[in-house]
């Protein structure tokens, strides 16, 4: 009996630490956008430059 209370307790706790360790990585992502620190995601300036290029393929082709 007493493994299945303290595994229970231990399931909890191990939530929880979850949650807490998640807001705190959370608060401070939020201070360093804060302080100007924000970076734009590689896969995002990746999708923009083959979007730019994309476009300038196809205007070369359809166009041209």
């Known amino acids: 009996m ?30 360093r956008n804060r302080r100007g620190e924000y970076t734009v995601p590689t896969w995002v300036l990746a999708a923009a430059l083959v979007l730019i290029v994309g476009g300038w393929l196809a205007l070369i082709f359809f166009v041209g």
């Open 2 to 31: 007493n493994t299945s209370e303290s595994s229970d307790r231990d399931s909890g706790t191990e939530k929880t630490n979850w949650i807490d360790r998640r807001r705190e990585k959370i608060r401070a992502e939020v201070e």
